[in-house]
């Protein structure tokens, strides 16, 4: 649907607007919740959520409103400006701009860059878990061991604890991952987990 709503154009329920560089949305949710948000984490909402808000419109008289199906629930007072238009920027704020400037913002305006996308994160911890032992050719290939990265506060009992239900086993992590002492585990280290 683009970036920006012009005078007379609306939102339905699920419908969304996408900022230019695809980092923010701003959809009016199903529970009628108008939010904005930076790749699926809220940043703002309307609190209309439950109110029944059936649609989000840039009305022709200059103010920005949803609507239940009968009445108006939420609007941004701009009654009386010319020419406006709602536009998600890629800074994060939606402003609604008229003829004379912007008549109302979300105030969610940020200098820090877009949040990446979940896909390249997803792919960088890929890349950092160590890749299965090569097998000769005519054997398929196994299946890649269960990692897990140490973070702080970490112990292998409590690790032990998260993969099998049962702090005891945690010898069986610090014999595949080749830890001669249980009690030194560092953050950012690499175990492998057998089944």
């Known amino acids: 649907m683009g970036d920006t709503l012009t005078e007379g154009q609306k939102l339905q329920k699920g419908d969304s607007l996408t900022s230019n560089n695809g980092a923010y949305t701003l959809t009016l949710q199903d529970d009628g919740n108008l939010v904005l948000a930076a790749r699926g984490e809220a940043v703002w909402a309307s609190g209309t959520g439950g109110q029944g808000v059936v649609r989000a419109e840039v009305q022709t008289d200059g103010n920005f409103v949803l609507y239940t199906a009968d009445k108006p629930v939420w609007h941004t007072d701009t009654k009386g400006k010319k020419d406006v238009k709602l536009v998600l920027q890629d800074d994060r704020n939606v402003v609604l701009y008229a003829a004379d400037g912007p008549a109302w913002n979300s105030g969610t305006d940020t200098d820090a860059p877009p949040p990446a996308e979940p896909e390249v994160e997803l792919a960088a ?30 112990t292998l009992w409590a690790i032990s604890e998260r993969f099998y239900g049962d702090g005891a086993k945690y010898q069986r992590i610090a014999d595949a991952s080749g830890i001669a002492n249980p009690d030194l585990i560092q953050p950012g280290q690499v175990l492998t987990i057998p089944e």
Do not use: K, L, M, W
């Not at 160590?130 to 050719?137: C, F, G, H, L």
């Open 125 to 154: 911890a890929e890349e950092s878990a160590p890749a299965p032992a090569p097998e000769p050719a005519p054997a398929p290939a196994p299946a890649a061991p269960r990692t897990y990265t140490v973070v702080s506060g970490d």
